[in-house]
Every structure is written in structure tokens, then in C-alpha cells.
């Protein structure tokens, strides 16, 4: 047989389509070090040995009845742990079967396109949850580590609920670190009438566009992801560190301002409608961790109070994480979603649409009709945060409630991810037209 060159791709295209197991193989039997170890060398351009491929016609293993089986795309050690058969007859002219590399072709499948699911140490064979469904990740920030140990790089087969755990970090740890952290800033009068002229306006354009929300919901029949989707902002995750870039730290301030009005809006309205509760709690409201966090950011703003250099670095430091553990959240969940059914599915783009265009062009009228730019001196900056706060991608924070709350938060990683991807494009334009008109 003539040896031939094929990228993985092209080889894990043709899985159970022209390349199958014959019965000769034995069942898959890599753990999940041997799959990491199996990555790493790929990313370090170790070779991984050859693939031996037998060539068979599809009309000699119909007539023959050769035995073929497929290879497994979803491992699951108790219930999908055997190759189920290939699908008989065989329609395909020619067929390659799987002589040499089984283990490592079917770890790569279940790496790069499926999941795993391994019994649990102390768990019980006929407990379902001893089976939590992993897929694998890769530390994009892990460093080469010293020749001695065998990987070099991060990989690890993650379940999907560590990233929940990763959400409640952000909800009830790193939010809060950021919203303390930008009130940390010193008292003068000219802070203060901005703080009121960034009030007033986030408070006009979160009313106005549930206003405009709640219409486009009624119109386009949208559920509750996507109503909230289309609703909320990124305030929090993508305007930080953009103020932070664009104007400096001491404009962040203002961001909050904004993302604080919409807090309480989240942690009300959002929350019973991702949650089901009809009834709003107010002793809920007040003792949630970021409505207490507001309150005592204000408190410490007015009473000049500054926290010693090692507190205040600390909560920095820890905010300054919420960008990269929402990304690595939202990356977690589209891992799991099929991309082909996001980007064909006609409610994300419509969802995107009211989020990205709509929205922005009715708040921007507003404004100009208002004359908000004139409100005060640094007005046109001030106005300019809340502006971008309010046409940011849907929020991260919805995807976080709907894993918390039990809702469809694959669908609400889907929105966000669009969202992200198209705001590249029409956040500045907006902007654009925001310094120009």
C-alpha cells in the first residue's frame, strides 16, 4: 500500500464515513492522561507514529459480510464504551479500514469533536452520575514547563459544570472586586456632577430600551434568553477595560455608574425572569453581594474613605480578571454547542440585530434629542462610557444566570458569542456616528 500524506482534519472527516474498524480491533482503552499526552506531543510536533489503513471495496465487504464497526465519537466508559457496527450494506466504493492506530485516532476524535465520560473513583456503576460528560480544554497561557516532567502544556478534560463553578466566581467575587475598586477614587465636585449627569443618562437608556425590548419581545415572539440577551449589556466584562484603554482609569468610574443602575435591573427584572420567581425579594436585592458591594463602594466614595495599598491592590488585581474568566466561561459552553446550528439559526441574528442596531440607534437618538452632550463640561465623554455601555454585546452575566438558575445557557453562550463577534464592527461605527452628529 502506497503511503500517503493527510492532515487530521481531512482523516477525522472521513470517521465512520470511509474509515472504519474491522473486527479485529480491540475496544478503546486510553485513559484521560494518556489522550493529554497524546495533544501535547501534537502541539510540539512529536511525531505520533503512522496510520496503517487496509483498502477494501465496498461491494467485496458486502459480499464477503465483513464485520465493520464504527469509532466512537462520545465515549461513555459504562453505556457507549463498545463500537457500535457500521451500517450495512456498505454504499461507498471504497472503504479503509483501521489496521494500525485505533487508540490514537479515536482519541483524537473524541478530543477535537466529541466528549468523555469516566466512571468516577468511588462511585457506583449504576449511579448516572458517576458519568460526568467531559470535553477536553487547552491553557492558552500555559508556559513550557522544564524537560523533566512528561507534558509540557495544559490540557484537561473539563465538565461542563466546573464552569458553573467559575460563573459564581465571577457573580459573587470578581463584580464586586471591580465595583469597589472604581469608587476607590478621590471626592471633588466635578466627580460628583458627573456621577449625576452618567446617573440620570443610565437610567434614562436602561428604561428606554427595556421600553424598546419589551416591544421587539412582544413582536418577535422572543424567549426568555433571548429577551434578556437582547436586553443587557456587557457593561461590566468589555467596557472596563475599554474606558480603561481609551480615556484611562480615572474615567472608570463613570462605566460603573451604568453597570450599577443595571445591577440592580439584573438582580431584579433578569433574575425572576431567568429563575421563574414572580416575586421579587427586596431583603434579597439589598443583602445580594453586588447591591451591598454598590452601596459600599458610594459609602467609601463619599466618606473619602481609601483603602490601605495592599487591600485596594488586592481587589484590582482580582477584577482585573473578569474579562478573561467570562471569555473562558463562554468558551466552555460554545464548546459544547454545535457552531453550524448557531450561525444558521435565524433567532441568534435576529437577537443580534435588536442588541447591536436597534438598540444602539434608539439610544443614540435619545441622546442627541436631549442634548445630553451639553449636561456637563466633560459631558461628551461622560456620556460617551454610558453610550458604550449600553451597545456592548449582550452580557456575559446572562449566560452565568442562566447556569446558576438552570436555564438554556448553551443558547445564551450562542447569543453572547455573536454578539461579541459583530459588535467588533458595529460598536465603532455607532461610535462614529455618536462624535460626529
Excluded at 64 to 75: A, M, R, V, W
Aim: glycine share 4%.
Amino acid at each position: 500500500m502506497p503511503y500517503q500524506k493527510k492532515t487530521i482534519l481531512a482523516i477525522l472527516q472521513e470517521l465512520n464515513n470511509t474509515i472504519y474498524l474491522p473486527a479485529i480491533q480491540r475496544k478503546y482503552v486510553w485513559k484521560e492522561e494518556q489522550m493529554e499526552k497524546l495533544m501535547d506531543s501534537l502541539l510540539l510536533g512529536y511525531p505520533i507514529g503512522t496510520f496503517l489503513f487496509w483498502k477494501v471495496p465496498g461491494k467485496v465487504i458486502n459480499e464477503k459480510g465483513y464485520s465493520l464497526y464504527e469509532f466512537i465519537k462520545n465515549y461513555h466508559e459504562r453505556d457507549c464504551a463498545i463500537n457500535p457496527h457500521a451500517p450495512k450494506p456498505i454504499t461507498k466504493e471504497k472503504i479503509h479500514a483501521v489496521l494500525d492506530g485505533q487508540q490514537r485516532l479515536t482519541t483524537l476524535f473524541i478530543a477535537l469533536q466529541g466528549t468523555l465520560a469516566m466512571k468516577m473513583p468511588m462511585k457506583r456503576w449504576d449511579n448516572d452520575n458517576a458519568f460526568p460528560k467531559k470535553e477536553l480544554y487547552f491553557n492558552l497561557k500555559s508556559q513550557k514547563r522544564n524537560e523533566e516532567e512528561e507534558i509540557t502544556y495544559e490540557f484537561k478534560f473539563l465538565k461542563e459544570e466546573d464552569s458553573k463553578v467559575i460563573s459564581k466566581i465571577i457573580l459573587y467575587l470578581i463584580v464586586p472586586s471591580v465595583i469597589i475598586t472604581a469608587f476607590q477614587v478621590d471626592y471633588t465636585p466635578s466627580i460628583m456632577k458627573g456621577l449625576a449627569v452618567a446617573c440620570i443618562a443610565s437610567v434614562i437608556l436602561q428604561f428606554l430600551l427595556l421600553f424598546v425590548t419589551w416591544i421587539m419581545g412582544k413582536m418577535f415572539h422572543l424567549n426568555t434568553v433571548e429577551y434578556t440577551s437582547a436586553y443587557y449589556s456587557n457593561s461590566g466584562n468589555l467596557i472596563v477595560p475599554l474606558v480603561t484603554y481609551i480615556l484611562g482609569k480615572e474615567w472608570v468610574i463613570y462605566g460603573c455608574v451604568f453597570m450599577s443602575v443595571q445591577l440592580f435591573f439584573i438582580w431584579t427584572h433578569c433574575k425572576c425572569k431567568i429563575s421563574g420567581e414572580t416575586e421579587i425579594s427586596l431583603k434579597k436585592i439589598l443583602l445580594n453581594i453586588n447591591m451591598i458591594s454598590v452601596f459600599a463602594g458610594v459609602f467609601l466614595f463619599f466618606t473619602k474613605i481609601r483603602f490601605p495599598e495592599i487591600i485596594g491592590n488586592t481587589l484590582s488585581s482580582v477584577g482585573s480578571m473578569i474579562g478573561p474568566l467570562s471569555m473562558i466561561v463562554t468558551g466552555m459552553l460554545i464548546a459544547g454547542v454545535d457552531l453550524k446550528k448557531v450561525f444558521t439559526n435565524k433567532r441568534i441574528y435576529l437577537v443580534t440585530f435588536i442588541r447591536l442596531v436597534i438598540e444602539p440607534i434608539i439610544a443614540l437618538a435619545v441622546i442627541i434629542l436631549l442634548g445630553m452632550k451639553n449636561w456637563h463640561p466633560q459631558a461628551e465623554n461622560i456620556i460617551l462610557i454610558t453610550y458604550m455601555a449600553a451597545i456592548t454585546p449582550c452580557a456575559s452575566t446572562i449566560t452565568q444566570m442562566c447556569q446558576v438558575y438552570g436555564n438554556d445557557s448553551k443558547y445564551a453562550s450562542a447569543i453572547n458569542v455573536m454578539t461579541t463577534l459583530l459588535a467588533v464592527v458595529t460598536m465603532p461605527v455607532f461610535v462614529y456616528f455618536y462624535m460626529n452628529l
